[in-house]
């Protein structure tokens, strides 16, 4: 069974780091895209990053700089890592895994239940 | 980046009838438009993926169809567990993946 349990969210002031883990079971990480979507308090979902099996990342232009998106293919654990932080940053952060192997595309089929980013002094 | 329009904002509606929701896309994104629910405090779960194919586990009474820039999400009769936030998104043209703003479904 496909299992996402993302942790390491928190309260961190403005200009300060965080990084989210994601553990994923079930499937092996490294052979499908894996992504981050977040989702701020009423508002819509917003794609913040991806990783291809093949290791390249993608970032979208808001995070760009300050977020780094990576893979610890032994402990099969996906995280973020944010620097930088901005109050516009404040949201429920979603690791979510990609339908087929081996490929670029982007159909999120298994979601986490989120870990909660709040940046705020 | 495309942006893709979802209306209307909210839909109310009984159980037992048929909703209607919409996503218009700013260019053709061809089929690769999926459909998502979102229940409150819940993660989203995938229901539709490149405009009609439903995702493992999702009854028939949703359908998806179109093409291009214009897609309907259809559920046949509405149960009670089917209320809430539905978003479509876009992997045609990325990065960035572009999501809808979604239309909520409530209880009239």
């Known amino acids: 069974e496909v299992q996402l349990v993302e942790s390491g969210g928190g309260l961190e002031q403005p200009g300060g780091s965080l990084r989210l883990s994601c553990a994923a079971s079930?499937?092996?990480?490294?052979?499908?895209?894996m992504a981050w979507v977040r989702q701020a308090p009423g508002k819509g979902l917003e794609w913040v990053s991806s990783?291809?099996?093949?290791?390249?990342?993608h970032y979208a232009d808001s995070v760009k700089g300050r977020f780094t998106i990576s893979r610890d293919n032994s402990r099969n654990m996906l995280y973020l890592q944010m620097i930088s932080l901005r109050a516009e940053d404040t949201a429920l952060y979603y690791c979510?895994?990609?339908?087929?192997?081996?490929?670029?595309?982007?159909?999120?089929?298994?979601w986490g239940q989120g870990t909660r980013v709040t940046v705020s002094s | 980046e495309v942006v893709l329009t979802q209306s209307p904002a909210t839909l109310s509606l009984s159980p037992g009838e048929r909703a209607t929701l919409s996503c218009r896309a700013s260019?053709?994104?061809?089929?690769?438009l999926a459909w998502f629910q979102q229940k409150p405090g819940q993660a989203p779960r995938l229901l539709i993926y490149?405009?009609?194919n439903r995702a493992t586990g999702i009854p028939a009474r949703f359908s998806g169809s179109g093409s291009g820039t214009d897609f309907t999400l259809t559920i046949s009769s509405l149960e009670p567990e089917d209320f809430g936030v539905y978003y479509c998104?876009?992997?045609?043209?990325?990065?960035?993946?572009?999501f809808g703003g979604g239309t909520k479904v409530d209880i009239k």
């Open positions: 979510a895994k990609t339908k087929m192997e081996s490929t670029s595309n982007m159909i999120f089929d298994y």
């Open positions: 079930g499937f092996t990480l490294t052979t499908y895209a």
């Open positions: 990783i291809l099996p093949t290791g390249i990342t």
């Open positions: 260019q053709s994104v061809d089929v690769y």
């Open positions: 490149d405009a009609s």
């Open positions: 998104q876009q992997r045609k043209y990325w990065p960035p993946v572009t």
